[in-house]
Every structure is written in structure tokens, then in C-alpha cells.
């Protein structure tokens, strides 16, 4: 151990190494396009909401929002449902496909070679690595 500096370093190199080694290389990131992505996580923020209200939100042309929404239904990760205040109206909202796409497209890392990893450690030492990784992230008070 030295000092909180030489501590820091240490840890930047460690992590270059872990990130290096346990970052996802399966290619799943690409298959969401940036403006399926957008649309995604802006339903997964906002809430269910219909066509028109998500190209407002979203800034962009609504037959343009509607081609991207009728394409995610088509892959099973958007569904459109009937507003229950207003039949008139349909709601566009993701289904658990699409949690699970958005969630996929969110890890940076591989959970199967961390879990391989994870498995060569004892519990008390993944929960230790847990513990002093969240009292690391928590002590700064920055939020990414």
C-alpha cells in the first residue's frame, strides 16, 4: 500500500486490465441502431406513450418515429397497446423482449466471463470485491 495517488494508479491499471479482459466481444451492441436506441430507452424513461408523442420528444419526423417503432414491434421489443384513459388512443411500450434487449445493450462487460472469473473467488472474497468496489463508487459522490 501507498499513498491514496499511488493507490489510484495502481487501481486506474488494474481496471484498464479488467476492462480489457471482461469486456463484452459478442457483437450485441450493434443491434440496435442509434435511433432504435434513442427510442427505446426514452419509453424505458418515459413511460408508455404514442407515436406523435415520442417524435415530439424525440425532435424527429413522426412517419420517421413510426417506421422505427414498426420495425422494433416487428423484432418483438416494442408492442403497441390501446390508452386506457382514451381508446382512441394507442400506446407504444416496450414488451419484456425489449427490457431485455435495452438491458443486453446496456453491459459493457461479459457477465459469462466475469461469473467464470467470479467463480475461481470464495464468496466472502466476491462480496469483499463488491463491497470495496461500491464504498470506492459511493465515496466520490459524482454520479456518471
Request: glycine residues 10%; charged residues 25%; hydrophobic residues 40%.
Amino acid at each position: 500500500m501507498g499513498t491514496a495517488e499511488q493507490d489510484a494508479r495502481g487501481f486506474a491499471e488494474l481496471f484498464r486490465e479488467a476492462y480489457l479482459r471482461f469486456h463484452r466481444r459478442d457483437g450485441k451492441r450493434a443491434e440496435l441502431s442509434g435511433a432504435s436506441r434513442a427510442v427505446l430507452l426514452h419509453l424505458s424513461q418515459a413511460g408508455p406513450m404514442t407515436v406523435g408523442e415520442l417524435a415530439l420528444h424525440l425532435e424527429r419526423a413522426q412517419s420517421v418515429v413510426s417506421e422505427i417503432v414498426s420495425q422494433l414491434e416487428g423484432k418483438g421489443v416494442l408492442e403497441r397497446e390501446p390508452d386506457p384513459q382514451d381508446r382512441r388512443r394507442t400506446l407504444v411500450w416496450l414488451t419484456p423482449e425489449g427490457f431485455a434487449v435495452l438491458r443486453a445493450d446496456r453491459e459493457v462487460l461479459s457477465i459469462d466471463a466475469l461469473a467464470e472469473a467470479f467463480g475461481g473467488l470464495t464468496a466472502a472474497e466476491r462480496a469483499g470485491l463488491l463491497t470495496t468496489l461500491s464504498q470506492l463508487v459511493r465515496s466520490n459522490g459524482a454520479t456518471p
